[in-house]
């Protein structure tokens, strides 16, 4: 069991930059793999970005190069860095923990209450 505490959402313009941070109840070192998932009104939710206990990366093709996973298991957190937003990434974001099992991350059912990030024009 681990519980999932999301921070770091709101409101910013078009451009701007967010922090968003992952706190677990328990050790993050133990825990395989997290990412970042968003979901937005009227759509699915989607793996926005992942890291695994190596530090090994993925990322949705519509974030490359804007948003930045890191974790650090000293603190039991994980984070996400998101630079270069849109108004497109307005959503929901919520923090997971899985596994990642030949390089695709597969979500446990460990959720945070997630945290509401808008980006305005």
């Known amino acids: 069991q681990v519980q999932l505490v999301e921070s770091g959402g709101g409101l910013v313009q078009a451009g701007g930059s967010l922090r968003l941070s992952c706190a677990a109840s328990?050790?993050?070192?133990?825990?395989?793999?997290m990412g970042w998932y968003r979901q937005a009104p009227g759509k699915q939710r989607e793996l926005v970005a992942a890291?695994?206990?190596?530090?090994?990366?993925n990322y949705a093709d519509s974030v490359k190069g804007r948003f930045t996973i890191s974790r650090d298991n000293a603190k039991n957190t994980i984070y996400l860095q998101m630079n270069s937003l849109k108004p497109e990434d307005t959503a929901v974001y919520s923090c997971?923990?899985?596994?990642?099992?030949?390089?695709?991350?597969?979500?446990?059912?460990?959720w945070g209450q997630g945290t509401q990030v808008t980006v305005s024009l």
């Open positions: 997971n923990a899985g596994v990642f099992i030949g390089g695709r991350y597969y979500s446990y059912d460990y």
């Open positions: 328990r050790s993050t070192f133990s825990i395989n793999a």
């Open positions: 890291i695994g206990s190596g530090g090994n990366t």
